[in-house]
Structure formats: C-alpha cells, structure tokens
C-alpha cells in the first residue's frame, strides 16, 4: 500500500515562497507519475503540477512560471518550489502517484495522505 506524507506547508505572506516535499513509501516511486493537488475551502481539489519518471512536467496553467516541480528518485520524494504565492492559493496541498500520468492528470488515484496546509494571508 502506497504511503504519502507531505510536508512543507505553513503561513507565508502574498509575493512569498514554500518548498512542499513528499516522501512516498509503498511503491515502485522511480516508475510512478507523481502529482500535486491542491483542495481550497469550497472548491474542488485540483491538480497543481505532475511529474513522469522521465521528469516530463506538466502545470496547470494559474501556476506557470512560478511554480517548479521536481523529483528525487533516490529518496522517493517529489517537491514543489512555489513562488509568488497569492491568496487564493491557500488550500491544503497533497501530493499522490500512479503508473500512468493521464491518471495522475485526472486525479484517478489512490488513497489521499494528510497533506499539508498552506495559508497565503498578510
């Protein structure tokens, strides 16, 4: 069975930076797609960012240019550097994983961790 924590989360002010990490146990991770959502209050969750094995990357398209995702096959981890981080981007981060990246695009996954909660505020 897959295991995600994540990591990272806290209060940063608008304009500010979070590295988020999670660490995934369980699993073949050097062959799983890896995915970041994120699940603000009153909204549906979303998908943030992937990364394939190949570290392929893709964005969803409100984060482009600010935001980084990244792997490290060695210690089972994907991060997710976020930069300029706004308001409405406070939400309760997850990270989760598939074989196939339509999969982790789609959000058809497994088992959701804890997460971690990032609060965008003055």
């Known amino acids: 069975q897959v295991q995600l924590v994540e990591s ?20 073949t991770f050097s062959i799983n797609a890896m995915g970041w959502y994120r699940h603000a209050p009153g909204k549906q969750r979303e998908l943030v ?4 094995t190949d570290g392929t990357t893709n964005y969803a398209e409100s984060v482009k240019g600010r935001f980084t995702v990244s792997r490290d096959n060695a210690k089972n981890t994907v991060y ?12 309760v981060y997850y990270c989760n994983t598939d074989r196939c990246l339509l999969a982790v695009v789609a959000g058809n996954v497994g088992a959701w961790g804890q997460g971690t909660e990032v609060t965008v505020c003055k």
């Open 8 to 27: 990272g989360g806290g209060l940063v002010q608008p304009g500010g930076s979070l590295r988020l990490s999670c660490a995934v146990s369980g699993s």
């Open 49 to 52: 960012a992937a990364i394939t």
């Open 80 to 91: 997710l550097q976020m930069t300029s981080l706004k308001p409405e981007e406070t939400a």
